[in-house]
T-cell receptor, first 113, second 111 residues
């Protein structure tokens, strides 16, 4: 079964608003990663947060990790129409991801212009 | 340009035929991966290789085979034993930073 589960499955907001997506997972992890996928394309890595980190920032992205709750959130601030995409969380086990990542089903984000 | 290429972009296959999907990278990454994505779903790991001449089964390896004769190449063969092969196939590679770089994908349709 898939390790991560994103919530919500779909999200539609107005341009300029903030978008928050959540991810829950089941077992202990080495790191958690967020990826973006435009329709019919490959995935693009956004940010990686290690199990001993609680928060990371990258441009308009902010990721938090709560290992006690086995959950993570991705915040996109000041959203733009170009942010429309599917967003996936992926977890890596003790090997750090060398033996592959486990993906959730994703959150489909639509930014209304 | 450095990156990962996959070919073809679209592939059509008749039932009972084997097909091979190409994946090439010039990022000098040791590790390479194959994932399958079905509509509205996340990615599921088929096979991975951490080094040349070695590969491991992922979560859904049945009906698939791979080889890793060169560092740059990790082809995936979808055999006739795969009962439901229609899907979007994504290849990825990674370095010590642990995040993965993905190719553009191959959409396989069985007719």
């Amino acid at each position: 079964s898939q390790q991560g589960e994103e919530d919500p499955q779909a999200l539609s907001i107005q341009e300029g608003e903030n978008a928050t997506m959540n991810c829950s997972y089941k077992t202990s992890i080495n790191n958690l990663q967020w990826y973006r996928q435009n329709s019919g394309r490959g995935l693009v890595h956004l940010i990686l947060i290690r199990s001993n980190e609680r928060e990371k920032h990258s441009g308009r992205l902010r990721v938090t990790l709560d290992t006690s709750k086995k959950s993570s959130s991705l915040l996109i601030t000041a959203s733009r129409a170009a942010d429309t995409a599917s967003y996936f969380c992926a977890t890596a086990y003790s090997g750090g991801g060398a033996d592959g990542l486990t993906f959730g089903k994703g959150t489909h984000l639509i930014i209304q212009p | 340009d450095g990156g990962i290429t996959q070919s073809p972009k679209y592939l059509f296959r008749k039932e009972g035929q084997n097909v091979t999907l190409s994946c090439e990278q010039n990022l000098n990454h040791d590790a390479m991966y194959w994932y399958r994505q079905d509509p509205g779903q996340g990615l599921r790991l088929i096979y991975y290789s951490q080094i040349v001449n070695d590969f491991q089964k992922g979560d859904i390896a049945e009906g698939y085979s791979v080889s890793r004769e060169k560092k740059e190449s990790f082809p995936l063969t979808v055999t006739s034993a795969q009962k439901n092969p229609t899907a979007f196939y994504l290849c990825a590679s990674s370095d010590q930073r642990a995040w993965q770089f993905f190719g553009p994908g191959t959409r396989l349709t069985v007719l």
